[in-house]
């Protein structure tokens, strides 16, 4: 059984462009969730997918956007980036949803934007 | 609007010594209640839970927290520190399972002195 992991580790962009970052999630899990974590602070949610679909979003703009596929995979897309986009982005992927159930996290991408 | 307090910014102890690291909640209701630790360069582990039922709660890797309703807390402890614990703790409140409205605390970080 693997873990979550993301792709890439860290990533260099400019305000303006467009980036991606992807995120695999544990075998069996059909959840996934993402977050930001700017320096020296805790996480904010972004938004979280279930089976395909956006299930829950926080208080992030439209250009944060994502996508989960069939075999649970994820993306997290980002357009017009802007300074305060640097951050860490976490996701985390889930089985499907009881009372206890738990996240897994990933190690995270380091977005740093010029 | 649910809200999550750590009151300390960075705490130091001695390995060996004890650990108690807090956390204040803001919720109406009885929240759900978890306790990560992140790692540099790694992504967040979940230690422990609290879901409902014993107020107290064992977590892996030592771990304990305590649920306070009346002090709206929950913090961390552990009765002997190791070189290892050196991280950044966060809490977090939940007011569902469904992971779509976890709000974590800005963190606390913990430096072990050999």
Known sequence: ETGV????????????????????SQSGHNTVSWYQQALGQGPQ???????EEEN???NFPPRFSGLQFPNYSSELNVNALELDDSALYLCA????????DTQYFGPGTRLTVL | A???????????????ASLELR???????????????QSPGQGLQLLLKYFSGDTLVQGIKGFEAEFKRSQSSFNLRKPSVHW??????????GVDPSYDKVIFGPGTSLSVIP
């Not at chain 1, 962009?13 to 467009?18: A, L, N, V």
């Not at chain 2, 649910?2 to 060996?16: A, C, F, L, R, Y």
């Not at chain 2, 956390?23 to 630790?37: K, R």
């Not at chain 2, 290892?84 to 409140?93: L, R």
């Open chain 1, 5 to 24: 992991t993301q792709s890439p580790t860290h990533l260099i962009k400019t305000r303006g462009q467009q980036v991606t970052l992807r995120c695999s």
């Open chain 1, 45 to 51: 949610f972004i938004f979280q997918y279930y089976r």
């Open chain 1, 56 to 58: 829950g979003r926080g």
């Open chain 1, 93 to 100: 992927s889930s089985s499907p949803r009881t009372e206890g």
């Open chain 2, 2 to 16: 649910q809200s999550v307090t750590q009151p300390d910014i960075h705490i130091t102890v001695s390995e060996g």
């Open chain 2, 23 to 37: 956390c204040n909640y803001s919720y109406g209701a009885t929240p759900y209640l978890f306790w990560y630790v």
């Open chain 2, 84 to 93: 290892s614990d050196a991280a950044e703790y966060f809490c977090a409140v």
